[in-house]
């Protein structure tokens, strides 16, 4: 191995960049877990979780990647052969319905274009015509990875109510929590599930449930098998500030240190602001280039990654191979239906002005040496946007 001087640039749409601050707080000796100095840490980021979930509600924290909670939240609400109402966003609303079928649910899958988000009118219409109400539970993905396209979970809520239908809404914020706009409780959703390695700033091994009332009281009919994912025990000791089991509490160190620098120092709607801004600049550089921004319907781009369409017959793969091997710069794949079609940018997490014009100059660079037809100019509209206070009033006022 040869030393590669510099910092790598991570801008997969997860893991993202660890601050340093916060590596610092989780580099420290592990604690006895069931001991009095560890309920000070446990109850700050319960609290902490409340409000990046915006809930009143309840939050359990799993030491577990976010596939862990997607678990929790389908085990804890329902019951085998139970049906769900499933949307096709793309590769992780994919996964989470074979997960449920896997599991003995019956997801019914309303078919998407991976370019679009949930269809609010779609669901409405599905719910009306279960005049049994068979359905119990709607899933959505509430920012989907694989496509950068970010569904309207508001409008979600009232197809369910204009349907009057009573089924649970579970929405999977892993990788828009603590980057984009998110209510739990405005939103009446019943299960949000996060995850520690995407806004959060964290590395990966925390997930997260936050848990409505109805949800909660979904949970003591529910008869799916569970045990580690069990809510029960764990909203019994978290009050106190514990768990039920050992938990991963040097990652807790560090999620302390995170959730201050986000609620605290920056503030939520700083944070949102910062990431819109910067998705904004990206889309800019990738219009300038002349590709296309995979997502179609501008009220649905994403404000944490932005997935970017190549050419026909152009393969993404073969340009993030480029990009990494020339730049030390790491692009997400393309997933699923899109796989080698789509390189994406993560701008989420850590991450300023000059990270995104340094990743954009990577892919621009990349771009002309994986010879794709390229417009020259793609990172200089992005500095132009950036630098220009009222480009950006405007866009606000928008
Ligand atoms: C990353 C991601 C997941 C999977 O989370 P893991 O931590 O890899 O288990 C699920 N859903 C979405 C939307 C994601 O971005």
């Known amino acids: 191995m040869t030393y590669r001087a510099g910092r790598h640039f991570l ?27 560890f309920a000070a840490l446990g109850k700050a980021v319960f609290e902490g979780m409340k409000r990046v979930f915006k809930t009143q509600g309840r939050v359990v924290i799993y030491p577990a990647s976010g596939t862990g909670a997607w678990e929790a939240a389908l085990v804890n609400t329902l019951s085998p052969g139970d049906s769900v109402l499933m949307y096709e966003t793309g590769h992780f609303a994919t996964l989470w319905q074979k997960m449920a079928l896997k599991l003995g649910l019956k997801p019914e899958f309303l078919a998407g274009d991976w370019r679009t988000g949930a269809d609010p009118e779609a669901i409405e219409k599905r719910l009306r015509a279960d005049g049994e109400r068979r359905i119990r539970a709607v899933c959505v993905v509430h920012n989907e990875t694989s496509t950068g396209v970010t569904s309207r979970i508001g409008a979600v809520r009232r197809a369910i ?13 892993i990788s828009s929590l603590a980057s984009i706009d998110y209510r739990h409780d405005e939103w009446g959703v019943d299960v949000t599930v996060g995850g520690s390695q995407k806004g959060l700033m964290l590395p990966p091994g925390l997930s997260f449930n936050a848990i409505s009332d109805k949800a ?36 807790l160190y560090g999620l302390r240190e995170a959730l201050g620098m986000l609620l ?40 944490s990654l932005t997935a970017v369409l190549l ?43 000059l990270s995104l014009i340094g990743t954009l100059a990577g892919c621009e660079m990349g771009l002309t040496l994986a010879g ?8 200089a509209a992005a500095m132009s946007f ?12 928008a």
Do not use: C
């Open 264 to 303: 605290d120092e920056e503030g939520l709607e700083n944070v949102f602001a910062r990431h819109q801004r910067h998705a904004e600049a990206t889309r800019r550089a990738v219009r300038a280039w002349g590709l296309e921004v995979l997502a179609s319907n501008p009220e649905e781009y994403s404000a």
């Open 216 to 251: 909660l009281e979904a949970s003591r009919a529910a008869k799916l098998p569970k045990s580690y994912w069990g809510w029960d025990e764990m909203l019994a000791s978290s009050p106190a500030g514990y768990f039920p089991y050992t938990p991963a509490t040097n990652l």
């Open 311 to 353: 050419p026909a017959g152009m393969d993404a793969d073969r340009l993030r191979k480029i990009i990494l091997e020339r730049f030390d710069l790491s692009l997400g794949t393309g997933l699923g239906k899109v796989a080698g079609r789509v390189f994406r940018i993560g701008h989420l997490g850590d991450f300023n002005d």
């Open 386 to 397: 950036l630098a220009d206070g009222r480009l950006q009033e405007q866009r606000a006022a």
């Open 161 to 173: 109510d204009a349907a009057g239908h009573p089924a649970l809404l579970l929405v999977d914020t």
């Open 11 to 37: 801008q997969i749409p997860g893991p993202t960049n660890v601050p340093d601050r916060v590596l610092r707080a989780i580099d420290r000796p592990t604690i006895d877990h069931r001991g009095p100095e």
């Open 372 to 379: 794709v037809p390229l417009q020259a100019g793609g990172v």
